[in-house]
């Protein structure tokens, strides 16, 4: 018996959601302040948090400080940025 393959599809983004998130990483690299990230990736979405410290509109990518160091992510691969609220 061959074993199936699961295959992990990107979902479309709809207009508005690329705007929030645009808009969302506007305010969190403004502010410096930390956020949820959700990326794509073929095995499973991945999900960590992080600050916005750079962005390279060349190759459409951000740079994102975490605890483990610092990270390049492809714009297109994000699926959700959600900021963390401190009172």
């Known amino acids: 018996m ?3 393959q699961i295959t992990h599809y ?3 983004l709809t207009p508005q959601h690329k705007h929030e998130l645009i808009r969302t990483i506007a305010v969190a690299m403004f502010s410096s302040i930390e956020v949820h ?3 794509y990736s073929t095995d499973g979405d991945i999900t960590f948090t992080g ?3 750079q962005l390279d509109k060349a190759f ?3 740079k994102i400080d975490t605890i483990d160091g ?3 992510v492809n ?3 994000l699926l959700n940025v959600q900021v963390i609220y401190c009172y």
């Open 70 to 72: 610092g990270l390049w």
């Open 60 to 62: 459409r990518r951000l």
């Open 10 to 12: 990107k979902p479309s």
């Open 37 to 39: 990230i959700t990326l």
């Open 2 to 4: 061959i074993p199936q």
């Open 51 to 53: 600050t916005f410290t």
């Open 75 to 77: 714009f297109d691969d």
